[in-house]
């Protein structure tokens, strides 16, 4: 066991609560709401693309993905979920990057970042697809038992499941991850390293 | 630049991933591991629920400290005030499976493994019971604040706490020993 955290680790706990602070606060103030909609946007479009006949529109209103089909009845209730579950998750990432000293950035960490946020919204998409795809294959009564075949329905609720229970929340960690200069310093200590010994059995020779 | 290559060549001429990139891949497949060995709905039936259940009691006995009138009906805690319903997603497993995978990915020794799985697990839940009841309060009285403390800040902060956790043991008990100052 060490007696002394590495300084970069303590800045980075040092600065978590602030930064988590600062996450939540940009998410309910600014970001929540157009992630969310941008979100349920690519998911439509998604969800369409794979559509053998385009059925599917997702609206975002008051927080609310509305799941409306083409072709249900008009009397049928006009179902709907909460689209937080599946995009609050971008607080954890912003979180983790707020916190994240100077030093402990990999190189090019902006196109980093940017590639951790655009596979963080591809996650997403595929969970609330997954909901969705859920929603009709289980929650539409004798309408989705008619349509959908069972290991459908299992497949759909599972990724579903994986997603809302561990999905959701190890992916801004690994993503996050990606951004850090873990292996580059490492390799680059073994690279001065290397140099060093190469240049001190120079002086020998 | 150097490019971000996920393999290295070891002493021997061989090519084997770095290990970062090990560890990230062991950490997904452990997570994976975990989610399958738990959804299935019996072992949900026989190892979530029941510890859901106890989650729930620890932290209707926790409430009940404040003063709250709690009564326990299986993972619901209920008072004449309010109600909470402890489900999958709220009894802490989603950081543990998180927690464990961290650790068991990461290349450390297996007693210094073990100790981070007992230390984190009581860790972990300690922070849960706070989240519970703190949500419990909320929802007596602040209502209309209760989905957002639950979906998006205590989430939040538990994952976090687990990550940090996470990060704290790999620096302090999982590193290779430095070597003495001279």
Same mark, same amino acid.
């Given at each position: 066991?060490?007696?002394?955290?590495?300084?970069?680790? $303590?800045?980075?706990? #040092?600065? *978590?609560?602030?930064?988590?602070?600062?996450?939540?606060? *940009?998410?309910?103030?600014?970001?929540?709401?157009?992630?969310?909609?941008?979100?349920?946007?690519?998911?439509?479009?998604?969800?369409? %693309? #794979?559509?053998? +006949?385009?059925?599917?529109?997702? =609206?975002?209103?008051?927080?609310?993905?509305?799941?409306?089909?083409?072709?249900?009845?008009?009397?049928?209730?006009? @179902?709907?979920?909460?689209?937080?579950?599946?995009?609050?998750?971008?607080?954890?990432?912003?979180?983790?990057?707020? %916190?994240?000293?100077?030093?402990?950035?990999?190189?090019?960490?902006?196109? $980093?970042?940017?590639?951790?946020? /655009?596979?963080?919204?591809?996650?997403?998409?595929?969970?609330?697809?997954? #909901?969705?795809?859920?929603?009709?294959?289980?929650?539409?009564?004798?309408?989705?038992?008619?349509? !959908?075949?069972?290991?459908?329905?299992?497949?759909?609720? +599972?990724?579903?499941?994986?997603?809302?229970?561990?999905?959701?929340?190890?992916?801004?960690?690994?993503? !996050?991850?990606?951004?850090?200069?873990?292996?580059?310093?490492?390799? /680059?200590?073994?690279?001065?390293? =290397?140099?060093?010994?190469? $240049?001190?059995?120079?002086?020998?020779? | 630049?150097?490019?971000?290559?996920?393999?290295?060549?070891?002493? %021997?001429?061989?090519?084997?991933?770095?290990?970062?990139?090990?560890?990230?891949?062991?950490?997904?497949?452990?997570? *994976?591991?975990?989610? =399958?060995?738990?959804?299935?709905?019996?072992?949900?039936?026989?190892?979530?629920?029941?510890?859901? =259940?106890?989650?729930?009691?620890?932290?209707?006995? %926790?409430?009940?400290?404040?003063?709250?009138?709690?009564?326990?009906?299986?993972?619901?805690?209920?008072? @004449?005030?309010?109600?909470?319903?402890?489900?999958?997603?709220?009894?802490? &497993?989603?950081?543990?499976?998180?927690?464990?995978?961290?650790?068991?990915?990461?290349?450390?020794?297996?007693?210094?493994?073990?100790?981070?799985?007992?230390?984190?697990?009581?860790?972990?839940?300690? &922070?849960?019971?706070?989240?519970?009841?703190?949500?419990?309060?909320?929802?007596?009285?602040?209502?209309?604040?209760?989905?957002?403390?639950?979906?998006?800040? !205590?989430?939040?902060?538990?994952?976090?706490?687990?990550?940090?956790?996470?990060?704290? !043991?790999?620096?302090?008990?999982?590193?290779?020993?430095?070597?003495?100052? @001279?």
């Amino acid at each position: 066991m060490h007696d002394r955290i590495d300084p970069r680790l $303590r800045r980075l706990l #040092a600065r *978590l609560p602030l930064a988590a602070g600062l996450a939540i606060l *940009l998410w309910f103030a600014l970001v929540g709401r157009p992630w969310s909609a941008l979100v349920t946007r690519a998911s439509e479009g998604w969800i369409r %693309a #794979a559509e053998r +006949t385009k059925v599917t529109r997702l =609206a975002f209103e008051d927080g609310m993905v509305v799941v409306q089909r083409a072709d249900l009845s008009s009397r049928s209730e006009t @179902p709907a979920f909460s689209a937080a579950p599946m995009t609050a998750n971008l607080v954890l990432l912003l979180a983790l990057l707020f %916190a994240t000293p100077r030093d402990l950035r990999a190189p090019a960490y902006a196109a $980093r970042v940017a590639a951790a946020f /655009a596979a963080l919204l591809l996650t997403q998409v595929l969970h609330l697809s997954f #909901a969705v795809q859920t929603l009709y294959a289980t929650q539409l009564g004798a309408w989705s038992v008619a349509t !959908w075949p069972r290991w459908q329905r299992e497949v759909v609720a +599972t990724g579903r499941y994986f997603f809302d229970i561990v999905g959701k929340f190890a992916v801004p960690f690994v993503f !996050w991850a990606l951004t850090l200069r873990i292996g580059e310093d490492a390799e /680059a200590g073994k690279g001065n390293a =290397a140099s060093g010994k190469r $240049r001190r059995s120079k002086g020998k020779g | 630049m150097k490019s971000a290559s996920t393999t290295e060549t070891d002493p %021997a001429g061989r090519k084997r991933l770095r290990p970062e990139a090990a560890f990230l891949l062991k950490f997904v497949l452990l997570l *994976l591991l975990f989610f =399958a060995a738990t959804a299935p709905k019996p072992m949900n039936d026989a190892f979530v629920e029941p510890f859901t =259940a106890g989650v729930a009691k620890v932290g209707g006995f %926790a409430a009940g400290l404040f003063g709250e009138e709690t009564r326990m009906e299986g993972t619901v805690i209920r008072s @004449p005030r309010f109600a909470v319903n402890v489900r999958t997603g709220c009894n802490g &497993l989603e950081t543990i499976y998180i927690f464990f995978a961290g650790v068991l990915a990461f290349p450390a020794p297996w007693g210094r493994k073990l100790l981070g799985l007992a230390g984190g697990f009581l860790a972990i839940q300690l &922070l849960n019971v706070v989240r519970i009841v703190s949500l419990f309060y909320i929802g007596v009285y602040f209502p209309q604040h209760f989905e957002d403390s639950h979906i998006v800040v !205590w989430q939040a902060i538990v994952i976090l706490f687990g990550v940090a956790l996470f990060l704290l !043991w790999a620096d302090r008990y999982a590193r290779p020993d430095r070597p003495a100052a @001279p």
